[in-house]
């Protein structure tokens, strides 16, 4: 069974720094999806970033990157200039072959001004 | 974008009552629907997956009986908690794969209900 480890329960950093959250993942299969995503203190979740397993090109959505290492089972989330409002529990999710999400533990991200 | 519109967004009950939470999907066809459980400051926990006309199923562990699941159309789910007892509040939350896309977008998820039982 696939599972999702995010090793990291709180990160903090100064407003307008970067910050790097990680996540590993174990899998058999070869062709996968992973995610994260965003969780603000209103809970309503909301996709960050996706990143296809067959594509080696790194996503990114503005401020937002990811470093996926495959051979490693790694998708870490970068968050560059970070703002106050990027403060949040941040997930990161495995989509498996029953399309049904795998989640870690979540990681809570505080903004320092 | 999509839309999943989740009700109540907080409700609070008597032991013994059941309570039943709405999700609709505003402007796509959800063919399947996930609910969640979620304890506070913890990651979200897969109770079943629903597909329009079609039975949940339910994960191990799952009372089918306590909760009970209805996904008749394609905009409406809905996760009726019955005989409904203090163990049991929590923040609920439903999440919606939008048919039209492919399922790599992800999916999208209603905004939760805390559900407190007193």
């Known amino acids: 069974a696939q599972t999702v480890t995010q090793s990291q329960p709180e990160m903090s950093v100064q407003e307008a720094e970067t910050v790097t959250l990680s996540c590993t993942y174990d899998t058999s299969e070869s062709d996968y999806y992973l995610f994260w995503y965003k969780q603000p203190p209103s809970r309503q979740m909301i996709l960050v970033i996706r990143?296809?397993?067959?594509k080696q090109q790194n996503a990114t959505e503005n401020r937002f990157s990811v470093n996926f290492q495959k051979a490693a089972k790694s998708f870490s989330l970068k968050i560059s200039d970070s703002q106050l409002g990027d403060a949040a529990m941040y997930f990161c999710?495995?989509?498996?072959?029953?399309?049904?999400?795998?989640w870690g533990a979540g990681t809570k991200l505080i903004i320092k001004p | 974008g999509a839309v999943v519109s989740q009700h109540p967004s907080r409700v609070i009950c008597k032991s013994g009552t059941s309570v039943k939470i709405e999700c609709r999907s505003l402007d796509f066809q959800a063919t399947t629907m996930f609910w969640y459980r979620q304890f506070p400051k913890k990651s979200l926990m897969l109770m079943a997956t629903?597909?329009?006309?079609?039975?949940?199923?339910?994960e191990q562990g799952v009372e089918k009986d306590k909760f009970l699941i209805n996904h008749a159309s394609l905009t409406l789910s809905t996760l009726t908690v019955t005989s409904a007892h203090p163990e049991d509040s929590s923040f609920y939350i439903c999440?919606?794969?939008?048919?039209?896309?492919?399922?790599?977008?992800?999916?999208?998820f209603g905004s939760g209900t805390r559900l407190t039982v007193v």
């Open positions: 999710a495995y989509l498996d072959s029953n399309y049904q999400l795998i």
């Open positions: 629903s597909n329009e006309g079609s039975k949940a199923t339910y």
């Open positions: 999440s919606a794969r939008d048919g039209r896309t492919p399922t790599n977008y992800g999916y999208t």
């Open positions: 990143q296809e397993a067959y």
